[in-house]
């Protein structure tokens, strides 16, 4: 049997370990989450199907911030900078009348077009309106950018409320 290779990123391969159970022969590995370095032992097959070694939370934070296959990764200091985001925008959506609480933050223009995570590039937005957002990029864009000033204008006053409080 071929030993499976790291890959960096997701795979990363401590130890190869075959065993004998009742059920047959299964071969297992000490892996290492290339993220966060927790080991564990794990049967090579799931290291085959799920190509990736990652534990359970890094897989859980990866594809909730973005590093997924089809996903950007907007840099280790994007949960900071979305949290930042949502508070200035008073967690609520930017779009007048929303008061959904299922939110994300939003690059008005893609992130793999500017790759910019300025606060002139992100807003806070419901899942409903960042779906919009992104299947209606020629609307969108344009729409929030008329929108942006204000935004700003809110994101200073309730930073200075923030700076007081």
């Known amino acids: 049997m071929k030993p499976i290779a790291d890959i960096p990123g997701r795979i990363k391969i401590i130890q190869q370990v075959g065993s004998r159970k009742s059920s047959g022969h299964r071969v297992f590995a000490v892996v290492a989450c290339p993220d966060c370095g927790a080991r564990r032992q794990i049967e090579r097959s799931d290291i085959i199907r799920n190509k990736s070694t990652l534990c359970p939370k890094c897989a859980r934070q990866r594809e909730r911030y973005g590093s997924g296959p089809m996903r950007m990764s907007y840099g280790p200091e994007w ?39 300025s606060v002139r590039n992100l807003a806070t937005v419901c899942h409903t309106h960042h779906m919009w957002c992104d299947r209606h990029l020629e609307e969108s864009i344009p729409i929030l950018m008329k929108m942006m000033p204000g935004i700003l204008k809110a994101r200073i006053e309730r930073g200075k409320l923030l700076e007081e409080g």
């Open 79 to 117: 949960p900071l900078i979305s949290k930042a985001i949502m508070m200035l925008d008073g967690n609520q959506c930017v779009f007048d009348m929303c008061y959904s609480k299922d939110l994300v933050v939003h690059h008005i223009t893609p992130f793999r077009v500017t790759m910019d995570n």
